[in-house]
């Protein structure tokens, strides 16, 4: 297994590496060639270098089961990609045009190039939602433009498709996002509503319109949680020179319940368009931010009546049984694994929708300090994800219906728990620990997982037997 470093001139799946245009925080963009022509793509690699954050390498897995998905002129062209056993990457088209990001260095901009970038990305979003993808990270950095006009949305890494398991959103409690453009039902972990990327496009307008955040730039989750009741000056208290109708736009996308945002992106981009036939309210003639106690008022109300539940946006999460199959691939024995592979596939043939999520825990230590690298300099988090997939493999279960997750904890059964129960686990199949000098050092992890689980579990032993606990 490769470890993420790459050179100019070496040659990786048919592509010889030949410019590093980029490093991120997760990844490097490098310009490459196939070996037998010149046309130049992107090639995208995830940073996985010591001590590395796992949402790397969840988020780089969730953009390669994305991309291939994704059609026409507002999303790169996928062409290739490869295995984390090997050397994990994508190969996309190498977009003629430049980010947004450039654009920061001079704001505010005049004001129609702010309704016209409005409107190209409202575009792009439409044709994004219709293929049901959430982008859950519109910021300048993640919009290119074409030079033939057209806005192009790129990284979707945080991204969520309704037809795929999700997950970023399954394994970690903390939402992923960029700090000044994060909706706030993203931010309290709801992945799904299409209108969270209004939120982002708003707080976008808002920057380019007024050279000001809106919510400024929160470091912590305390900060983050504070645009659910604190609003930000109107932007024309900012720039006069903002137009009512584009005050009203941008306001009515930075409400904090999303019902009273755009119900979609196409009556977004109509009132982009059509600046006359916008209805102007209450927002559109607001010249200071709410007063202390109109926010504090609204601080007082619980979260779950700002937010809105809609059944359009939630109707395609893929409400499908959710069996979570707990693996410990270092002391199964090959019989046991057989045993607990067999078991699954028994369950899936009598649900074709079910959900399988394949689990593994990395187990921490609880003072020394742990290294994210094993002995051949390989993540360790990556060569679990490559194991699980290969157990997985004779399932055949399609690939909107497995998922593969690697829980880093200290305590590999309260792991398991906390994923069953936030992520409404309907079913847990796990192997019991066939060494009983091990059980009585350590206990049982399938004994507490099913005293203590909210579901169905079921613990396969060796003699092929199985135990079922309901709780």
Partial sequence: MANGILKPGSVVGGYRVKELLHTGGMAQLWTVTPEHNDTEYLMKVPVLHEGEDPATIVGFEMEQMIMPRLKGPHVPRFIANGDFAVQPYIVMEKVDGESLLPRLEKLPMPIADVVEIGRHVAIALDALHRQRVVHLDIKPSNIMM?????????????????????????????????????APEQIMGQRH????????????????????????????????????????????????????????????????????????????????????????????????????????????????????????????????????????????????????????????????????????????????????????????????????KDWARPLEVPQAQVSFHVLEATDPAEAILEYARENTVDHIVMGARDNSTMRKLLGSVSARVASEAPCTVTVVRDRKDQDSFGS
């Fill in 193 to 388: 509503d299409f209108r969270s990327d209004f939120f982002a496009l708003g707080a976008m307008l808002y920057f380019f319109a007024t050279g000001e955040r809106p919510f400024g730039d929160p470091p912590r989750l305390k900060g983050l949680k504070k645009r659910l009741w604190w609003d930000p000056p109107p932007p024309r208290a900012l720039n006069a020179e903002v137009p009512l109708w584009l005050q009203e736009v941008i306001l009515r996308c930075l409400e904090v319940n999303a019902s009273k945002r755009y119900p979609n992106a196409q009556q977004l981009l109509f009132d982009l368009t059509h600046p006359s036939e916008v209805r102007l309210t209450k927002r559109a003639h607001k010249e200071a931010a709410d007063g202390f106690f109109v926010r504090l008022r609204r601080k007082a109300e619980p979260f779950e009546s700002l937010i809105d539940h809609p059944a359009d946006t939630s109707a395609g999460l893929g409400q499908a049984p959710i069996v979570a199959v707990a693996i410990d691939l270092a002391t199964m024995s090959p019989e046991l694994s057989e045993s607990v592979r067999q078991t699954v596939m028994r369950i899936v043939e009598r649900s074709k929708e079910i959900r399988v999520a394949c689990l593994n825990v990395l187990k921490l230590k609880r003072i020394a300090l742990d290294s994210t690298l094993d002995e051949d300099g390989n993540n360790k988090h990556v060569s679990r994800i490559v194991q699980l």
């Fill in 146 to 182: 074409r030079h033939t006009g057209e806005a192009v949305l790129v990284d979707f890494g945080l991204s969520r498709h309704l037809d795929l398991p999700d997950l970023v959103g399954e394994e970690f409690r903390l939402p992923y996002g960029t700090a000044p453009y994060m």
